[in-house]
């Protein structure tokens, strides 16, 4: 089980401590490679790991003269360490660790993304089967169409969720790599051989190819897939507020004790975490249109993408884990009022049979059209005057000339209708997929 989301997760991964503690993980990476390689003296190493660290009011301090942040990291570095600081940062240019630390940051908050997602799997395969057997209306275009078993809501979403896994599978992988290539990724001052060792140590695959930093395609298929699943995540808030409206009321999200909906009207019990869901999901697909532009940048590097991502990376991770969380809650205190469902499935009377009645017809042998504009008339003449639709079609002697009242009967089953289903949910189990 799944803690319910604490800010502190996602913002400890995308503080200043924790991107200088990563910049530092890459620095040492980088001087015990050399050390390694013979550059560096085992007693230089053996100080430069004891001594090295940062002070970020130092850092600050020395930024606002020098404008440059990975300097003035360096320089706090450096003053940590003494003498030995001439090995640190030996070949290599501000990107390699720069952009190395960044992929440490999104692994890390990926991974807490997963985990969520997974945990949302496990709430919507449970409800799923928990309404297996509900008949509810099927709506197209917001119209009653035929019938459906309320949990196969929960099945497409679950499906849907499996896809959002896959897609930042992929873009973990994608984005779990690191380089150490110089300032226009040629190796010029720190070799090939060098950066696998860096790279090893840091759980990261080396660019095949890189500029001076690592292609921002990488980073928007992080951040396309991150808006991926906030909008699945608002088809599920869109699909429970239709579903709160007062005139359908099938299912609500859970108002707690003590909760007020209005200021002015004591009755209303709004669906407002749904609705901040569809908010929310609007900026987090924003930020997907931003990761895009940032990788087309000029020759081996400009830095138009770099203040862009200071800014998206902290928060489509902080939207992605919030919007997770609260949907989870959601869905796992959802309240579902069968009797509701029931009732607005009746409200068309029976209409819903219209197509197995089409198909009776055509199969008896009459011309497509004709069994059309028959069975038409009369699901008309059941909304225009509130009848049963059977009714209508039974007393009907151009349907009764071409069929039995038994066979017609047959078609207005809904067991007969629902019997897909079964079939659907056998491809599910309840440990998982």
């Not at 138009?304 to 991770?317: G, K, L, Q, T």
Request: proline letters at 3%.
């Amino acid at each position: 089980m799944i803690d319910r989301y604490q800010a502190a997760e996602i913002a400890r991964i995308w503080s200043e401590e924790n991107k200088y503690r990563r910049w530092l993980d890459v620095e040492l990476a980088v001087t015990e490679a050399w050390a390694e390689m013979g550059q560096v003296p085992a007693p230089s190493l053996k100080r430069i790991r004891r001594r090295a660290a940062f002070d970020i009011g130092r850092i600050r301090e020395i930024e606002k003269k020098a404008k440059h942040d990975v300097i003035a990291f360096l320089t706090s570095v450096e003053e940590s360490i003494g003498a030995d600081s001439a090995y640190v940062h030996k070949g290599i240019t501000s990107y390699d660790v720069v952009d190395t630390a960044l992929s440490l940051l999104i692994r890390e908050s990926l991974d807490l993304v997963l985990a969520r997602c997974r945990e949302l799997k496990r709430v919507l395969l449970d409800k799923a089967f928990a309404y297996r057997d509900l008949p509810a209306i099927g709506r197209t275009h917001g119209i009653h169409a035929e019938p459906i078993a309320f949990g196969c809501k929960f099945l497409i979403w679950h499906e849907e969720m499996e896809r959002n896994l896959r897609r930042l599978q992929s873009a973990r992988e994608a984005a779990a790599v690191g380089k150490v290539s110089g300032s226009v990724g040629t190796y010029i001052h720190f070799p090939a051989a060098g950066e696998a060792r860096v790279l090893r140590r840091l759980g990261l695959k080396p660019c095949r190819v890189s500029s001076q930093i690592i292609q921002r395609d990488r980073h928007a298929e992080v951040i396309a897939a991150l808006a991926l699943l906030g909008t699945s995540l608002e088809k599920i808030a869109v699909e429970i507020r239709h579903l709160q409206k007062t005139e359908s009321l099938e299912a609500e999200e859970p108002f707690t004790r003590g909760q007020k909906g209005s200021s002015s009207m004591p009755h209303k019990r709004n669906p407002v975490r749904c609705e901040r869901v569809s908010g929310l999901a609007r900026i987090l697909r924003g930020h997907a249109a931003v990761a895009l532009e940032n990788n087309v940048l000029w020759h081996e590097r400009d830095i138009s993408h770099s203040s862009a991502e200071r800014v998206i990376f902290p928060d489509a991770f902080h939207l992605a884990v919030f919007l997770l969380d609260d949907m989870t809650d959601v869905l796992r205190h959802l309240v579902v009022y069968p009797e509701n469902v029931r009732r607005n499935l009746e409200l068309t009377q029976g209409v819903y049979f219209s197509q197995k009645v089409l198909t009776l017809l055509v199969e008896k042998g009459m011309a497509r059209q004709r069994a059309y504009e028959l069975v038409q008339a009369q699901a008309m003449r059941s909304w225009r005057e509130k009848r049963s639709f059977p009714e209508l079609v039974l007393a009907d002697p151009a349907i009764t000339a071409v069929c039995s009242a038994s066979e017609l009967g047959k078609a207005f089953s809904l067991q007969a209708l629902l019997a897909g289903t079964r079939d659907i949910f056998r491809r599910f189990s309840r440990g998982g997929k």
